[in-house]
């Protein structure tokens, strides 16, 4: 599958800990999204790297980060976790730049994380 | 502040009806626009773009910069098209922000 992997699917953690979400774009893509799906709230964009530079910023917390890494795959690492970081996290990438395909993402499947 | 609003959170329509999701954003400049959409069990996906000014699967989206809108229309609707749309602008920084969303739900 050349598509947008994403480990893990599901994991549970307990409040204060740190996990780490990993992300594989498609090849050939140089731009990673990273979004949270919590409940009633929609798609939150929190952050977008291109080529490895960070490129927009959303409503990402201080106690969240990520980075893009030089083969193009991207962590987001979430710290401090609270009841309310439960969400499914989703990646997408996409070619980036402009042209014909601008906008166009591909999603992954997600990460859910549910904290106790 | 950008905004995009998708007042509707579901719509449920009789097969063979129309259909229209609405979109309205509030961004500086002119934003390109998109729909997603996820069917059930699948992976968010792009449906169309206004650059393209495209039909897919009988959809179309209608910007009008006066009104800020972008709202999405079929003429007829499918049981197929049971799926939950996004709204996505994007700024010239490649910013997608989409919308809450809007679950459709087609009645047989």
């Known amino acids: 599958d050349s598509g947008v992997t994403q480990t893990p699917k599901h994991l549970i953690t307990a409040t204060g800990q740190r996990v780490t979400l990993r992300c594989s774009p498609r090849?050939?893509?140089?731009?990673v999204y990273w979004y949270q799906q919590s409940l009633d709230q929609g798609l939150q964009f929190l952050i977008q790297?291109?080529?490895?530079?960070?490129?927009a910023k959303g409503n990402i917390l201080e106690r969240f980060s990520a980075q893009q890494f030089p083969d193009l795959h991207s962590e987001l690492n979430l710290s401090s976790l609270e009841l309310g970081d439960s969400a499914l996290y989703f990646c997408?990438?996409?070619?980036?730049?402009?042209?014909?395909?601008?906008?166009?993402?591909?999603f992954g499947e997600g990460s859910r994380l549910t904290v106790l | 502040a950008q905004r995009v609003t998708q007042p509707e959170k579901l719509l449920s329509v009789f097969k063979g009806a129309p259909v229209e999701l609405k979109c309205n954003y509030s961004y500086s400049g002119s934003p390109e626009l998109f729909w997603y959409v996820q069917y059930s069990r699948q992976r968010l996906q792009l449906l169309l773009r206004h650059i393209s000014r495209e039909s897919i699967k009988g959809f179309t989206a209608d910007l009008n910069k006066g009104e800020t809108s972008f709202h999405l229309k079929k003429p007829f609707a499918q049981e197929e098209d049971s799926a939950m749309y996004y709204c996505a602008p994007m700024n010239r920084d490649d910013k997608i922000i989409f919308g809450k969303g809007t679950r459709l739900h087609i009645l047989p």
């Open positions: 790297y291109y080529n490895g530079e960070e490129r």
């Open positions: 997408a990438s996409s070619v980036g730049g402009s042209g014909a395909n601008m906008g166009e993402l591909f």
């Open positions: 090849s050939g893509d140089l731009s």
